[in-house]
């Protein structure tokens, strides 16, 4: 891997969140299920070690050697092959799905975990099985009996995969101008046509077959999204090719071991998944799983650059300290003992951090909303539905920063190739983009989530907040937390006043809204990490708890102040400006 660089499973970090601070235990016995934390301890630890040691070896070499395609058949990087076979073998593909068709039935909750530990030491390589999962759920949720028992049990099982085929090339979150077309067939089944491209995974050599989702168009269906129907459309049929062609994959920045192609459906035989056009209902399902995933993917690439960059500022000598030689025995000081690699370290963390808790979370409400009591499922639905575009649009634009900070405590040693931390950046610039850009989630936040359904989830969540600073009597973060609490509703109220009156205030507000209501989030997270681990005074490791949770509020906090204003600073000075004021020349 090149010096420095290394993976351990955060075991300990994962068991704080699991068992202390959101009480996984309660949550299992809440949801009628027999998962234990003893189970999930065992679960987790067989995982760290075949991430370990057989995932994080293909991590650089896969990146290096990335995916390759001739005459339609992709080849994926040396020795991904065979870490799938071992994956599947391990049954870890089945832990959450369906028991039915062959899963373990445990909560979608555990599955999230796995897929943290395995993308942090090979993202490129997890995506392969992550989709699947997305599959299996829009199938489970809304596909036909004989549906479920045709492609369930090898999806479940791992022997097939899963995609998910929206992006067309003129168009992209813009579905509704897809043009993928679907026509009937005498045997209930459909002849699909078009082309899909940035599909991940939409062609390897790791399962024997591919289980494609696609939106397509029925004849004569409205337009917009209104017209999308959700197919089922399988890259062999009965173990005949089923005129799926990858036409080519993509040269692109990062993740090089994953296959992103353009594929062609050529007449392709597909199965109506739910009602016809109600594709975007089921897209959803989809989606919104994908979107957890994503922002798990940002926590995952934090986790690896914190890691490595940790050790390197414990190790890599540079001058001396401000206040005197820390190690004059060594001919010079290792550069942690300098504030500002200190500030690069501990914004890493407390992203990283803050990070997990939030999907974490959100995998709680998930699993709530699926095996819940009828009014909780409701309630955490909302929830989950209001956390969601903060989940995959703030932990990914954080992470994007921290793994920044990573290569920059490198310094130059960062920017070669040796040492692995390129990569982290690389890797990480495309979880701003997929499953919905930044702009997209923004906008799905605040239009969608916030102020359509005036503000119902918002306010149950500033509740929470409330109830947190409660716990916290007269400490340094209850008063701060009452305030935040406060002005997030206003703020929402402040925008959806201004956009009444102007549609584009909604857009012009969006994305500061959104980093505005991650750092409330995770001032909501901190502290009540702070609150538990206070407790364990003793303990370095709940020490550094508090700590970070300090800096967080000291340090970072106070750029929720800048994104407040610049979301009510209103639209005009984006919307005057006219194409032609845009020229330099």
Request: net charge negative; hydrophobic share 40%; aromatic share 8%.
């Amino acid at each position: 891997m090149g010096p420095g660089m290394d993976y351990q499973t955060p075991l300990r970090d994962m068991s704080f969140l699991i068992n202390d601070v959101l009480d996984f235990e309660g949550h299992f016995a809440s949801i009628k299920s027999d998962a234990s934390v003893e189970l999930v301890d065992t679960i987790l630890e067989q995982c760290g070690r075949f991430a370990e040691n057989e995932l994080f070896p293909l991590r650089a070499s896969g990146d290096e050697a990335g995916c390759s395609w001739e005459d339609g058949v992709v080849t994926t990087p040396a020795g991904f092959a065979e870490a799938y076979a071992t994956y599947v073998e391990g049954g870890w593909s089945s832990i959450a799905g369906n028991p039915a068709f062959g899963g373990q039935g445990l909560p979608r909750s555990i599955s999230l975990w796995i897929e943290e530990i395995m993308a942090s030491a090979n993202m490129a390589w997890t995506m392969y099985g992550s989709l699947s999962r997305a599959a299996i759920n829009a199938i489970d949720s809304h596909g036909s009996d004989d549906l479920k028992s045709a492609f369930l049990p090898s999806l479940i099982s791992g022997a097939w995969t899963g995609t998910m085929c929206l992006t067309e090339p003129h168009c992209g979150s813009d579905v509704g101008l897809l043009n993928t077309r679907a026509e009937p067939h005498a045997d209930g089944s459909y002849r699909i046509s078009g082309t899909k491209i940035f599909i991940s995974s939409g062609e390897h050599d790791l399962a024997d077959n591919i289980v494609h989702l696609v939106l397509a168009r029925l004849p004569d269906s409205p337009a917009g999204t209104k017209g999308i129907s959700l197919f089922v459309v399988p890259k062999k049929l009965e173990g005949e090719p089923n005129r799926v062609v990858c036409g080519a994959i993509e040269d692109k920045m990062g993740i090089h071991g994953n296959a992103t192609c353009m594929l062609h459906f050529e007449e392709s035989r597909g199965y109506l998944v739910g009602d016809a056009n109600e594709g975007m209902r089921c897209m959803f399902t989809m989606m919104n799983e994908a979107r957890i995933l994503v922002g798990t993917q940002g926590v995952c690439l934090m986790e690896l650059g914190y890691q490595a960059s940790l050790q390197y500022a414990t190790e890599r000598l540079q001058m001396r300290s401000a206040s005197g030689p820390q190690s004059p025995e060594k001919p010079a000081d290792p550069i942690l003992v300098h504030p500002d690699v200190r500030r690069m370290l501990l914004t890493q963390k407390a992203f990283l951090e803050g990070g997990r808790v939030m999907t974490y979370f959100a995998a709680q409400l998930a699993d709530i909303e699926d095996r819940g009591d009828e009014e909780d499922r409701v309630s955490a639905g909302r929830l989950l539905d209001l956390i969601t575009p903060i989940v995959k649009g703030f932990v990914t634009e954080t992470a994007f920063e921290a793994v920044n900070h990573a290569l920059q405590i490198y310094g130059g040693h960062g920017f070669i190739r040796e040492t692995g931390i390129e990569q982290l950046v690389r890797d990480a610039r495309i979880t701003l983009i997929y499953e919905g850009t930044t702009q997209i989630q923004a906008l799905d936040l605040l239009g969608r989530k916030v102020l359509m359904n005036q503000g119902q989830a918002l306010m149950s969540f500033i509740e929470m907040i409330r109830a947190e600073a409660d716990l916290h009597s007269d400490g340094p973060f209850s008063s701060k937390l009452r305030e935040l609490a406060d002005e997030w509703g206003e703020l929402a109220l402040g925008v959806g006043g201004k956009a009444a009156g102007d549609a584009d205030e909604i857009g012009a507000a969006s994305v500061d809204f959104l980093m505005y209501s991650g750092y409330v989030t995770l001032a909501y997270f901190w502290a009540r990490i702070a609150r538990i681990a206070s407790s364990h005074e003793d303990d370095d490791f709940m020490r550094g708890k508090v700590k970070t949770a300090r800096f967080f509020f000291d340090r970072l906090l106070p750029r929720a102040n800048s994104h407040h204003r610049a979301a009510l600073s209103g639209a005009d000075s984006l919307m005057d400006v006219s194409e032609n004021e845009f020229g330099h020349h």
